[in-house]
């Protein structure tokens, strides 16, 4: 399976693919810190928010990168599950490297501050930590959905992109909502409203929203895998 994962990014990394999805990112996060100062926790929120469909993007280009057949063969060689594991670890692997760039874009724009006396925002370090935890839910929900998109599940392009760009739309807007709806979708837009919130919400709300968010995750990676065993 390593040899698989390895072979995958190699695919992803030479052949150029990597390159839409990353000026992507940087532009987002360049638009994003831009225009000014705020809090790292609020920073990193909606940083992580803005990157979840980068992330969704770049699982289904990294799954997309190999030719059906390629893919065909890697599935009886290793294994239906240990196939699909392959490729949503080497997904994961080239989002980490998003997400460190992530970190760094900001305080090398200038676009941190420290905590307004009297306000009760976060330390810098506190911001920085529930930062870097909101970019790791929002990757793997962004897993979660491109491997939802890619083409061993959808078979056509038309319809990946279109599975693609619903969820995106549906995790943006579903979760602006107050109602039961945002239960739907991965908590992105909520964890990042709750991270711009002065004070911050209890620790319970925290655990509840990355409870949330790996459910979320854990069942969309269920229907992927049990799609690729129906769909080879």
Same mark, same amino acid.
């Given at each position: 399976?390593?040899?698989?994962?390895?072979? *995958?990014?190699?695919?992803?990394? /030479?052949?150029?693919?990597?390159?839409? %999805?990353?000026?992507?990112?940087?532009?987002? @996060?360049?638009?994003? +810190?831009?225009?000014? &100062?705020?809090?790292?926790?609020?920073?990193?929120?909606?940083?992580?928010?803005?990157?979840?469909?980068?992330?969704?993007?770049?699982?289904?280009?990294? $799954?997309?990168?190999? =030719?059906?057949? &390629?893919?065909? $063969?890697? *599935?009886?060689?290793?294994? =239906?599950? *240990?196939? #699909?594991?392959?490729?949503?670890?080497?997904?994961?692997? #080239?989002?980490?490297?998003?997400?460190?760039?992530?970190?760094?874009? %900001?305080? #090398? @724009?200038?676009?941190?501050?420290? %905590?307004? !006396?009297?306000?009760?925002? =976060?330390?810098?370090?506190?911001?920085?930590?529930?930062?870097?935890?909101? +970019? $790791?839910?929002?990757?793997?929900?962004?897993?979660?959905?491109?491997? @939802?998109?890619?083409?061993?599940?959808?078979?056509?392009? /038309?319809?990946?992109?279109?599975?693609?760009?619903?969820?995106?739309? $549906?995790?943006?807007?579903?979760?602006? &909502?107050?109602?039961?709806? %945002?239960?739907?979708? !991965? =908590?992105?837009?909520?964890?990042? *409203?709750?991270?711009?919130?002065?004070?911050?919400?209890?620790?319970?709300?925290?655990?509840?929203?990355?409870?949330?968010?790996?459910?979320?995750?854990?069942?969309?990676?269920?229907?992927?895998?049990? @799609?690729?065993?129906?769909?080879?």
């Amino acid at each position: 399976m390593i040899a698989l994962t390895r072979m *995958r990014l190699a695919g992803f990394l /030479r052949g150029g693919r990597v390159l839409a %999805p990353l000026m992507a990112g940087l532009a987002v @996060l360049g638009i994003l +810190h831009g225009g000014g &100062q705020s809090s790292a926790a609020s920073a990193y929120g909606y940083s992580a928010a803005v990157l979840f469909p980068v992330f969704a993007w770049l699982t289904k280009v990294v $799954l997309d990168t190999e =030719p059906d057949v &390629q893919r065909r $063969l890697a *599935r009886v060689a290793v294994g =239906p599950v *240990r196939e #699909a594991f392959a490729g949503a670890l080497a997904a994961v692997l #080239a989002g980490l490297v998003f997400c460190a760039a992530a970190l760094v874009v %900001p305080p #090398a @724009l200038g676009a941190l501050r420290g %905590p307004d !006396p009297g306000t009760g925002e =976060p330390s810098t370090a506190v911001g920085v930590g529930l930062g870097i935890v909101a +970019h $790791l839910l929002s990757l793997a929900a962004g897993v979660g959905l491109g491997a @939802l998109a890619s083409r061993a599940v959808t078979r056509t392009i /038309r319809a990946g992109v279109t599975v693609l760009a619903v969820g995106v739309v $549906l995790g943006v807007v579903l979760g602006l &909502q107050g109602s039961v709806a %945002p239960w739907l979708v !991965p =908590p992105v837009m909520a964890l990042a *409203r709750a991270l711009a919130g002065v004070p911050l919400p209890s620790a319970g709300t925290f655990l509840l929203l990355g409870g949330w968010a790996l459910t979320w995750c854990t069942l969309a990676f269920a229907v992927y895998l049990w @799609l690729r065993r129906s769909r080879a």
